[in-house]
């Protein structure tokens, strides 16, 4: 297994978060983390990446990754695309992209031609302070970012959140160009027409664990786990 | 106006000395969070260093080893000290640079005591560089001017050109996402604690001559170099670097002055004469509340634009 995932806990403070999660992702699998806000999806994904102090076991293709630091984890080859995007607003386009790799010319599976292809918009502007993109030039930008590190397993929490249908589209065309290149993905999603449709297998979170395992079709198929703990 | 050539190159040279300690204190500060307390002590270590290894080795020397001194003392700070403190917040780390103070401020007392130190303006840059209308203007201060330019020039090239500057200026805004991004952001800390240091060594250098090397000298410098980067705004270089400057100048116009307040005012045709407190206080003369003067502005921007001039967050 790739991403294992035993009795995760994690804590803000002295609020309980996450009550033990499990979940695996295999290689080259693309996996779904589903749930309403608030029941701990993000913070399984800051959790795997030694961003929260993780309690439980975290393996990654069976080595013990679970409280190392972030740097580190991301150095064993997991990458990481926030919610909250983070992109280092004063730097240029370019550099946010540099800043990715993980060595000054170290290219992997992504390098610059990549992104500037897929997203003509961000080629137009590379030397353009990322700071005054738009929502969804940002929201390409943070994916491009962490896939110039080339993670084998990358970690992407709600990225069409708050984003126009086309982008929508956009960021599940860029899904399925990272899937076609052999990275696995754990996607943390809210709209559930995308998640069913690139993913393979699914997990449902509530309340800081997982509430249900199965296909889209098992999904499909299961009206109270739908209404119980994803429909609004 | 030999007076006012004479006082804004000195005031440029006091400016520039300023900067080499406030852009150390203000990096550290946006990036870690970390209010530097002892900033100025190390200052304070570089001018000591600086005039125990020109006695053996000379000033020149001096100049490079003390300040690389400075910096490992400052990443042995923050390895042993800092990072440890930073679990339990920032009033934790703020206490820990407090008492840094005192420890360095004694540390220095018990070994050089507590007299003033013979640290003298070598030879060798020991002549008028040139004179104007009949004042001098030391070589040392064009020395001092020299170096001080070239570290801004160095330390811009390193933020902006290389790569490790770039992942510092990313670190700057979201240490977190750095991290994720597999850069080790707790050596980037390091680097950037050793590196303000470092930079406030080299003050201590070139400045433990220019004033004078005495066991009080962080205490007078470390006031002024909070101002400047209050003023200058947290998190901003080129605020902090504007800010100095222009401390440096009022303070060098500041004792020249000859003039008091009430000098301003018989222009506009108001005359004060009554024997109050008010006359009192408009007859002192800028150069004796001279020294003031740096306070007061600070309290003036911290009312009216707290952010200081530049300054990118509020706090």
């Given at each position: 297994?790739?991403?294992?995932?035993?009795?995760?806990?994690?804590?803000?403070?002295?609020?309980?978060?996450?009550?033990?999660?499990?979940l695996e992702v295999g290689e080259g699998e693309i996996v779904s983390l589903l749930g309403r806000n608030g029941v701990g999806r993000s913070t399984t994904c800051k959790a795997i990446m030694g961003l929260v102090p993780p309690q439980g076991v975290v393996k990654y293709r069976g080595k013990d990754v679970a409280g190392l630091r972030s740097d580190l984890v991301a150095r064993c080859g997991i990458g990481y695309v926030p919610e909250d995007r983070q992109i280092f607003p004063t730097l240029t386009v370019r550099q946010n992209l540099e800043l990715g790799l993980k060595k000054a010319g170290k290219f992997g599976r992504w390098n610059f031609q990549d992104v500037f292809r897929l997203f003509p918009n961000l080629d137009a502007r590379q030397d353009t302070a990322a700071g005054v993109l738009s929502g969804g030039e940002q929201q390409m930008l943070t994916m491009c970012r962490t896939l110039m590190g080339d993670p084998d397993l990358i970690l992407i929490d709600e990225p069409t959140e708050g984003l126009a249908p086309k982008?929508?589209?956009?960021?599940?065309?860029?899904?399925e160009e990272i899937a076609r290149r052999g990275v696995s993905i754990l996607l943390v999603e809210q709209k559930l027409t995308i998640a069913l449709k690139i993913c393979a297998r699914l997990y449902v979170m509530g309340h800081g664990r997982i509430v249900f395992e199965g296909t889209p079709a098992d999904l499909n198929a299961n009206a109270d786990v739908r209404r119980e703990w994803l429909e609004v | 106006m030999e007076i006012v050539l004479i006082s804004l190159l000195n005031g440029l040279v006091y400016g520039m000395l300023l900067f080499m300690l406030a852009s150390g204190l203000t990096l550290?500060?946006?990036?870690?969070?970390?209010?530097?307390?002892?900033?100025?002590s190390i200052y304070m270590i570089g001018a000591y260093l600086a005039f125990t290894v020109s006695q053996v080795l000379g000033f020149f020397p001096a100049l490079i080893i003390a300040p690389i001194l400075c910096g490992l003392l400052g990443a042995a700070i923050e390895i042993y000290g800092l990072r440890r403190v930073h679990h339990n917040g920032h009033i934790a780390e703020l206490l820990f640079t407090f008492g840094l103070v005192f420890i360095i401020q004694r540390g220095v007392q018990m070994t050089w005591g507590m007299l003033p130190m013979a640290y003298r303006v070598p030879a060798i840059l020991d002549f008028p560089?040139?004179?104007?209308?009949?004042a001098n203007f030391p070589a040392y201060r064009g020395f001092m001017l020299l170096i001080s330019a070239g570290m801004l020039l160095a330390t811009w090239l390193l933020l902006?050109?290389?790569?490790?500057g770039l992942i510092i200026q990313a670190a700057l805004t979201h240490p977190q996402m750095a991290s994720s991004l597999g850069h080790n952001v707790p050596m980037v800390f390091t680097i950037v604690f050793a590196g303000g240091c470092l930079l406030a060594g080299l003050a201590g250098v070139i400045g433990g001559n220019y004033q004078t090397t005495e066991p009080g000298m962080a205490e007078a410098m470390g006031p002024i170099v909070f101002v400047v980067v209050v003023f200058g705004g947290l998190g901003s270089l080129a605020g902090c670097f504007i800010a100095s400057i222009v401390m440096g100048v009022i303070q060098t116009f500041a004792v020249v002055i000859d003039y008091s307040f009430i000098d301003f005012l018989k222009p506009?045709?108001?005359?004060?004469?009554?024997?109050?407190?008010?006359?009192e206080i408009l007859t002192v003369p800028v150069a004796r509340i001279g020294a003031l003067l740096p306070f007061a502005m600070m309290i003036l921007i911290l009312l009216f634009r707290p952010?200081?001039?530049l300054g990118t967050r509020d706090t």
């Open positions: 297994m790739m991403l294992e995932v035993r009795n995760l806990h994690a804590y803000y403070g002295q609020s309980h978060i996450l009550h033990g999660v499990d982008l929508v589209e956009q960021v599940g065309l860029l899904l | 550290i500060f946006s990036m870690m969070g970390v209010l530097n307390f002892a900033h100025a560089l040139f004179t104007v209308y009949g902006k050109k290389t790569r490790i506009l045709g108001i005359s004060v004469t009554a024997d109050n407190l008010l006359t952010r200081g001039l």
